[in-house]
């Protein structure tokens, strides 16, 4: 199994900066896609940024330009750098990890975090 951890969320004033970190465990053989999904009250969870393992991003229009993605392979972690952060950010984040256990088990399965409060307030 893999376990992801995520830390960092919190509450913090519109315009303010948070950074979310999530480390991946357990039986892992790579990691392919890593990043972030985050769910606000009443609405489906939606796409936030997720990182390949190299340098490939794919990452919501509404958050380009104020948050960042990043990965450190070796450590098997991913962190979200937030910036200027509004109230419409505000919601559950959770971190989502595409893996592979073992070298002799091709299976890629979904993971995902606990999820980490984020709370923006204007």
């Known amino acids: 199994q893999v376990q992801l951890v995520e830390s960092g969320g919190g509450l913090v004033q519109a315009g303010g900066s948070l950074r979310l970190s999530c480390a991946a465990s357990g039986s892992i053989f790579s990691i392919s896609n890593m990043g972030w999904y985050r769910q606000a009250p009443g609405k489906q969870r939606e796409l936030v940024a997720v990182?390949?393992?190299?340098?490939?991003?794919n990452m919501s229009d509404s958050v380009k330009g104020r948050f960042t993605i990043s990965r450190d392979n070796a450590k098997n972690t991913v962190y979200l750098q937030m910036n200027s952060l509004k109230p419409e950010d505000t919601g559950v984040y959770y971190c989502?990890?595409?893996?592979?256990?073992?070298?002799?088990?091709?299976?890629?399965?979904?993971?995902w975090g606990q999820g980490t409060q984020v709370t923006v307030s204007s």
């Open positions: 989502n990890a595409l893996a592979r256990q073992s070298y002799s088990d091709y299976a890629v399965r979904n993971y």
């Open positions: 990182k390949g393992s190299g340098v490939n991003i």
